[in-house]
């Protein structure tokens, strides 16, 4: 986090007030945020899916990164200050310690992702094997 | 198995086919690999999960970048020829634009693992079946892949 702020700080800070629209759904920005204090919420299809208070947080990574819509609106609660990279490529092309931070992230968020649905087929085998067994038993009887 | 060095960081390597790379559970010795040539298989606890065979393919990547041991076994399934980039972060580190390649790369399997789980999900709501997931599983990552 604190390396992340550190890169940060070299960008310019938007500040925002309560229920302040800081990305929203659907919008391609191509750019990056870094939480340097206060509190946002993530909306998504109209309910708050998670709360983001940590400073160092970074918002719009897989959007920036992929060239992408973003898959949420982010807003303030009470209100926050926000770094803003308007061309992330090239922020984390001259910040190697926040382009490392962003991979770590993405690769603990892989690391879940991947173990859910490698749990989940598990789980469908399972149940694809119990639903067989039901069947062939049905037969006999 | 003879590696041939080019950059003191940079390794050429060849290893025929059946050769475990890396190891379900191994430790992480900070090396990446990147595929040159040949096919691979990434197994998980000893089941096939898929076959890499592009050249510029890379692994090992996650456990550098996590510092945790290895979450998958990939097996060569042909003669393979891949490079090994030692102290992966230290020269990632000094190559940017490696780094972002890598992170954009992780960003597309993530969206990829993303999907594929939210498929998932929605095939259990129309079988109207109860597996065992909390159901705000997908909203209680604090990580919201914005």
Not at chain 1, 58 to 79: E, F, K, Q, Y
Not at chain 1, 115 to 140: G, P, T
Not at chain 2, 8 to 35: C, N, Y
Not at chain 2, 69 to 97: F, G, K
């Given at each position: 986090?604190?390396?992340?702020?550190?890169?940060?700080?070299?960008?310019?800070?938007?500040?925002?007030?309560?229920?302040?629209?800081?990305?929203?759904?659907?919008?391609?920005?191509?750019?990056?945020?870094?939480?340097?204090?206060?509190?946002?919420?993530?909306?998504?299809?109209?309910?708050?899916?998670?709360?983001?208070?940590?400073?160092?947080?970074?918002?719009?990574?897989?959007?920036?990164?992929?060239?992408?819509?973003?898959?949420?609106?982010?807003?303030?609660?009470?209100?926050?200050?926000?770094?803003?990279?308007?061309?992330?490529?090239?922020?984390?092309?001259?910040?190697?310690?926040?382009?490392?931070?962003?991979?770590?992230?993405?690769?603990?968020?892989?690391?879940k992702?991947?173990?859910?649905?490698?749990?989940?087929?598990?789980?469908?085998?399972?149940?694809?094997?119990?639903?067989?067994?039901?069947?062939?038993?049905?037969?006999?009887? | 198995?003879?590696?041939?060095?080019?950059?003191?960081?940079?390794?050429?390597?060849?290893?025929?086919?059946?050769?475990?790379?890396?190891?379900?559970?191994?430790?992480?010795?900070?090396?990446?690999?990147?595929?040159?040539?040949?096919?691979?298989?990434?197994?998980?606890?000893?089941?096939?999960?898929?076959?890499?065979?592009?050249?510029?393919?890379?692994?090992?990547?996650?456990?550098?970048?996590?510092?945790?041991?290895?979450?998958?076994?990939?097996?060569?399934?042909?003669?393979?020829?891949?490079?090994?980039?030692?102290?992966?972060?230290?020269?990632?580190?000094?190559?940017?634009?490696?780094?972002?390649?890598?992170?954009?790369?992780?960003?597309?399997?993530?969206?990829?693992?993303?999907?594929?789980?939210?498929?998932?999900?929605?095939?259990?709501?129309?079988?109207?079946?109860?597996?065992?997931?909390?159901?705000?599983?997908f909203s209680s990552w604090g990580d919201p892949?914005?």
């Open positions: 986090m604190e390396q992340i702020l550190v890169a940060a700080a070299t960008l310019p800070v938007h500040v925002l007030g309560p229920r302040s629209v800081l990305v929203s759904e659907g919008a391609r920005t191509g750019k990056l945020y870094i939480l340097k204090s206060g509190d946002l919420e993530v909306v998504r299809d109209g309910s708050t899916v998670a709360a983001i208070g940590d400073p160092g947080s970074v918002i719009g990574d897989m959007s920036a990164l992929l060239d992408l819509p973003h898959s949420a609106t982010v807003r303030t609660r009470n209100g926050a200050e926000v770094h803003v990279a308007d061309d992330a490529d090239a922020f984390l092309a001259a910040h190697p310690a926040a382009a490392r931070h962003i991979a770590r992230l993405l690769a603990a968020r892989l690391h992702t991947t173990a859910l649905l490698v749990d989940m087929r598990r789980q469908a085998k399972v149940r694809e094997d119990q639903d067989m067994f039901d069947k062939i038993f049905a037969l006999l009887e | 198995m003879a590696a041939e060095a080019t950059e003191s960081w940079l390794k050429f390597d060849f290893f025929p086919a059946g050769t475990d790379l890396i190891v379900q559970g191994g430790e992480a010795r900070g090396s990446i690999m990147v595929l040159k040539e040949g096919e691979v298989e990434v197994l998980r606890d000893g089941k096939y999960v898929s076959t890499i065979k592009q050249p510029g393919a890379i692994f090992g990547e996650m456990s550098v970048l996590l510092e945790r041991p290895h979450s998958a076994t990939v097996r060569t399934i042909t003669d393979v020829q891949l490079y090994v980039i030692e102290n992966a972060l230290t020269v990632l580190e000094a190559h940017p634009s490696w780094l972002l390649q890598i992170a954009r790369l992780l960003a597309q399997r993530v969206n990829t693992t993303t999907a594929q789980l939210v498929a998932l999900k929605s095939r259990e709501v129309e079988q109207d079946d109860v597996l065992v997931l909390p159901t705000n599983v892949q914005i």
